[in-house]
């Protein structure tokens, strides 16, 4: 009886360590490969990726063509004249 036991317990273990890494990608995935932009520097330093504002921006020239995306974080930019 205990023989069946062992495999069953290697099984649970296993798909308890499967679900935990799966749940931690999805929380990992959801801020993971984001950049965040807090200055004006970063801002019109931006290539080809994924960014999120941390704060409202003022910035002296325009930003930058990239692609990918620029989440505003319910910030705003302003450009300065």
Known sequence: MNTKRIPICF???FLV???LTAVGTLFVGASGGVT???TEEEL???TDGNYKLTKNLTVSA???AFTGT???NG???TVSS
Do not use: F, Q
Request: proline share 5%; aromatic share 0%; net charge negative.
């Open 11 to 13: 099984l649970t273990v």
């Open 17 to 19: 360590i499967a679900l």
């Open 36 to 38: 965040e932009i807090d």
């Open 44 to 46: 019109l330093a931006i």
């Open 62 to 64: 325009s930003v930058p």
């Open 70 to 72: 620029l989440d505003g």
């Open 75 to 77: 910030h705003t930019v």
